[in-house]
């Protein structure tokens, strides 16, 4: 019997160690490439092109106050970008988010008028509302295992009649009455909806919001377990289960995350107009869902930032008003926003392709 | 594969004479007893026997469809045995989860590695296992030392790495393979499943995995090595056991076998030789051409499957 295939025992010859060895196949590279690599960068260079471009075109923008109104329209959507983009990392999508704000306006806005309490019931009322249906897409998610995709389908045109239905059943009107006499609506007005005075610009303190919220998000997404948890959950869910990640608690809690937005802005909203006009909403949740991919989240999940969607949301709220400022006219701005759409992403995926190429 | 070392071979057979138990004396980590599985009214595993020793490679060789995925499936915990029964450290065991295995030690690199192909390298070795430092409204990840274990880990088990924020899926099949092991064995595995790691990957990759599975067994670890490759099996196993239609068709130290007679035993082994001389009957085939019987005394071909 000849046997020449033997083991060689190749643990005898020592693996290498110690450190300060390099591999020497991949060459670092330049800073300025590993920059691009990241998935903030390109809508970065997408916003400042789409702001010099204004700044040329629109003298007007270059005023203090144009500019807080810019980033006021862009906080608004940028408050709700974030979840949204959160749970988009996380591998899925909440198509109800736009109508989700509101119901919860609607909810605060109705238990404090007809029960006639204070508004801060309502808006406790509404966030408890808000989380609940948050947490029902990501428990039918989980449990039936649909994409999140029919569910908040579901969800979304559920919650759109119900806002109808209800508001005309209860308030005999399609808007909610106004609440502006209630008690602690002032209060309540001062946190979701006042303003502040810089120098002698007048800024939103929903832009202030937005930028602490961006900032918690980030550090939450880059620096904790649970950030490192999302990436996990919508990179590889099956993998992210096998290495002890709670998948489950994961996602549910990233749609609660979106149902916590959609309070929030919700209640910006109510406390801003006194009143809601229960048929808003529709086709909000794609701007928040665009804001997201143009800030470079990854549609399928698993990659990309927090901070990317703050430009996002920045591009919107600098053209929407940029258009008006230019003094075109302001149908021109859906139109706008498809090309910048499909121009950030087409971007973002060549930026992404050249720099993460071996 | 061909590049053997006589002297090295002799005394892997010196160390372990009889594939009995590991010189420390201690027992198996891992023991399996008539163990079993019925799916409904299909039995896809009936009566196996396997023992897992420290510093052990035991190799479960099979085809497709032979029940090396049931059986790896019960002792990593995502299924339970219905018959026989599975012991760990001498004391029956049924895991209801990957979690109760994982807690006594049994750690599964399965074939997808369990690994997140976008997240960088040293986020993937500690996922669902993150470091943390500072108390709880500000605890965050401790990314530096994370950074500095997974290097230090990574190199112990022989994989350098220039840069370990590169996303997972940049590297080659071979070192992904190799961080899935040195994650597991980094993670307190005292019993390491490696499901098919080889299946995939190239020679010279398969050689890289090869190498860190001895590497593991140097460390220690029990280590049980599912492929359908017994060449790869042959290269680092101590311990062989063929699986046929959900029953141990071979269970023999390395001692005890060759690797043609291995090689024999994964082909068919018994039904070939009915097969030949069926044949032989049949006529119009030359049979004397074909692989032989074990105990034919003539040097056997060696069937190309399940080289990569």
Redesign the interface.
């Known amino acids: 019997m000849d046997v020449t295939q033997q083991a060689a025992p190749a643990a005898d010859t020592p693996p290498a160690s110690g450190t300060g060895q390099r591999d020497g196949r991949t060459r670092q590279r330049s800073l300025a490439l590993r920059l691009l690599a990241r998935p903030e960068v390109g809508v970065f260079l997408g916003a400042v092109a789409v702001f010099v471009f204004f700044l040329v075109q629109a003298p007007t923008v270059r005023q203090g106050s144009s500019m807080a109104t810019v980033l006021y329209q862009a906080s608004t959507i940028g408050i709700m970008a974030l979840p949204v983009a959160l749970l988009m990392i996380g591998g899925e999508f909440d198509l109800s988010a736009g109508v989700a704000v509101i119901s919860s306006a609607l909810t605060a806005a109705m238990i404090s008028f007809q029960l006639t309490m204070n508004v801060w019931v309502g808006v406790l009322v509404a966030l408890v509302l808000s989380l609940a249906v948050g947490a029902f897409n990501g428990w039918m998610m989980v449990r039936t295992g649909l994409p999140s995709f029919l569910v908040t389908l579901g969800t979304f045109l559920g919650l759109q009649g119900v806002n109808l239905a209800v508001t005309k059943l209860v308030t005999g009107n399609v808007a909610t009455d106004d609440i502006s006499d209630m008690d602690g609506f002032d209060q309540a007005k001062s946190v979701f909806s006042s303003s502040f005075h810089l120098g002698d610009v007048q800024v939103k303190i929903t832009v202030v919001w937005w930028l602490v919220f961006a900032a918690l998000a980030t550090w939450v997404l880059l620096r904790t377990k649970y950030g490192n948890w999302i990436f996990a959950v919508g990179g590889n869910k099956d993998s992210a289960r096998a290495v002890g990640v709670p998948v489950t608690f994961t996602k549910i809690s990233l749609f609660m995350l979106v149902g916590f937005g959609a309070w929030f802005v919700g209640m910006h909203q109510l406390f801003a107009f006194n009143t809601v006009q229960s048929g808003e909403g529709v086709g909000q949740e794609l701007i928040y869902i665009a804001a997201a991919v143009i800030g470079g989240c990854l549609l399928t999940g698993g990659y990309g930032s927090a901070i990317g969607p703050v430009f996002g949301a920045f591009m919107f709220g600098m053209v929407s008003q940029g258009i008006v400022f230019a003094g075109w006219n302001p149908d021109w701005f859906k139109a706008f926003l498809g090309v910048m759409l499909l121009g950030a992403t087409l971007i973002n995926l060549w930026v992404r392709q050249s720099a993460t190429r071996r | 594969?061909?590049?053997?070392?006589?002297q090295?071979?002799t005394?892997?057979a010196e160390k372990d004479p009889a594939g009995g138990p590991a010189p420390e004396g201690a027992g198996p980590l891992v023991e399996l007893r008539g163990a079993g599985k019925s799916y409904g009214n299909i039995r896809a595993l009936h009566g196996v026997d396997l023992a897992v020793h420290p510093g052990r490679v035991t190799c479960v060789l099979g085809d497709n469809g032979a029940g090396k995925s049931t059986l790896i499936k019960i002792i990593s915990g995502l299924h339970q045995h219905t018959e026989g029964e599975v012991l760990v450290d001498g004391t029956p065991v049924r895991f209801n989860t990957?979690?109760e295995a994982?807690a006594k030690g049994i750690a599964?690199v399965?074939q997808?590695?369990?690994?997140?192909?976008?997240?960088p390298v040293w986020?993937n070795f500690?996922?669902?296992?993150?470091m943390?430092k500072g108390p709880w409204p500000v605890?965050?990840?401790d990314?530096a030392r994370m950074k500095r274990t997974a290097?230090?880990e990574l190199?112990?088990?022989?994989?350098?790495?220039?840069?370990l924020e590169?996303?997972l899926g940049?590297l080659s099949g071979g070192q992904r393979q190799s961080v899935a092991i040195a994650r597991a064995v980094y993670f307190g595995a005292r019993v390491l499943i490696l499901d098919e790691p080889t299946a995939a990957l190239g020679v010279k990759q398969s050689?890289v995995v090869?190498?860190y599975i001895?590497?593991a067994?140097?460390r220690g670890l029990g280590v049980i090595f599912i492929t359908h490759n017994p060449?790869h099996a042959?290269?680092?196993?101590d311990h062989f056991s063929v699986l046929r239609l959900g029953t141990l068709e071979l269970s023999a130290a390395?001692s005890e076998v060759?690797?043609?007679q291995l090689t024999n035993h994964m082909a068919g082994g018994a039904e070939l030789d009915a097969l030949k001389h069926e044949l032989e009957r049949a006529g119009g085939v030359d049979v004397e051409a074909l692989p032989g019987a074990p105990d034919a005394g003539e040097?056997a071909g060696t069937p190309s499957e399940g080289t990569a």
């Not at chain 2, 042959?234 to 196993?237: A, P, R, S």
């Open positions: 594969m061909t590049t053997a070392d006589p090295k071979t005394a892997v990957p979690r994982l599964t399965y997808d590695l369990a690994t997140v192909p976008l997240m986020r500690f996922l669902g296992s993150e943390t605890r965050r990840l990314i290097d230090e190199r112990n088990m022989g994989i350098v790495l220039d840069d590169q996303p940049t050689g090869l190498k001895a590497a067994r140097e060449h042959y290269l680092v196993g390395r060759s690797l043609e040097p």
